[in-house]
C-alpha cells in the first residue's frame, strides 16, 4: 500500500504565495507521473499540473504562469508552488501519484493524497 500526505495549504491573501507538497510512503518501485488536481464547493475536480517521469509537465490554462509542479525524486515528494493566488484558486487540493509496482513499470497502480484546503481571501 501507498500513503501520500499533503502539506501546506492554508488563508493567503489575493497576490499570495503558498507551496504545497505531498511525499509518498510505503512499498513502490518508483513513480511514474504525478498530479495535482483541485476541487471547488459545486465544481467538478480538474487536474490543475501534471508532470510525467520523463519530466514533462501539462497545466491547467488559469495557472499558466502562476503554478509550478516539480519534484524530488530522493524524497519521492511533489510540490506544488502556487504565486499571484486568486480568489478563484481557492479549493481542495490533492496529489495523486501513479506508482510502478515492478522494475519495469508494468504494473502501475494510482493513489491520491488526502487533500488541503487552499482558500485566497482578503
Known amino acids: 500500500q501507498v500513503q501520500l500526505v499533503e502539506s501546506g495549504g492554508g488563508l493567503v491573501q489575493p497576490g499570495g504565495s503558498l507551496r504545497l507538497s505531498c511525499a509518498a510512503s510505503?512499498?513502490?518501485?518508483?513513480?511514474?507521473?504525478m498530479g495535482w488536481y483541485r476541487q471547488a464547493p459545486g465544481k467538478e475536480r480538474e487536474l490543475v499540473a501534471s508532470?510525467?517521469?520523463?519530466?514533462?509537465?501539462t497545466y491547467v490554462d488559469s495557472v499558466k504562469g502562476r503554478f509550478t509542479i516539480s519534484r524530488d525524486r530522493a524524497k519521492n515528494t511533489v510540490y506544488l508552488q502556487m504565486i499571484s493566488l486568486k480568489p478563484e484558486d481557492t479549493a481542495v487540493y490533492l496529489c495523486q501519484m501513479e506508482v510502478c509496482s515492478d522494475l519495469l513499470c508494468l504494473l502501475k497502480h494510482s493513489f491520491w493524497g488526502q487533500g488541503t484546503q487552499v482558500t485566497v481571501s482578503s
Open positions: 510505503g512499498s513502490f518501485s518508483s513513480i511514474n507521473a
Open positions: 508532470l510525467t517521469r520523463g519530466g514533462s509537465t
